[in-house]
């Protein structure tokens, strides 16, 4: 879990190759990082452990040239918000 938001955060690296990326496209979209989050607290994560972390990386010294990266803070309010969202998910009747 925490592996995931860093490496979403973080974001892609100006020099980057062409295969990074392709591999930036295709896998470092907020739909995968919540799929991957999300199996995460299926196995034992819990919700206020990932917010608590979000919380760690937004004010730890550690994270510091973390939230230095362009655009950083705006992508970890994005997953901040698809996981602070208290809606109950939709019960389709079929």
């Known amino acids: 879990m925490k592996k995931t938001i ?9 020099d980057a190759s062409s295969w990074q990326k392709r591999q930036h496209k295709k896998y470092n979209k907020i ?3 919540r799929r991957g989050i999300s199996y ?3 196995h034992g ?5 990932v917010i608590s ?5 937004r004010n730890n010294l550690s994270f510091l040239n ?3 990266v362009d655009g950083s803070i705006d992508r970890l309010d994005e997953i901040e ?13 079929w």
Do not use: C, W
């Open 6 to 14: 860093v490496k979403y955060v973080t974001g892609l690296s100006p």
């Open 31 to 33: 739909a995968n990082i």
């Open 40 to 42: 995460d607290i299926k």
């Open 45 to 49: 994560v819990t919700n206020a452990e």
């Open 53 to 57: 972390f979000m919380d760690e990386v």
């Open 66 to 68: 973390l939230r230095k």
């Open 81 to 93: 918000k698809e996981f602070t969202s208290t809606t109950t998910p939709t019960k389709y009747q």
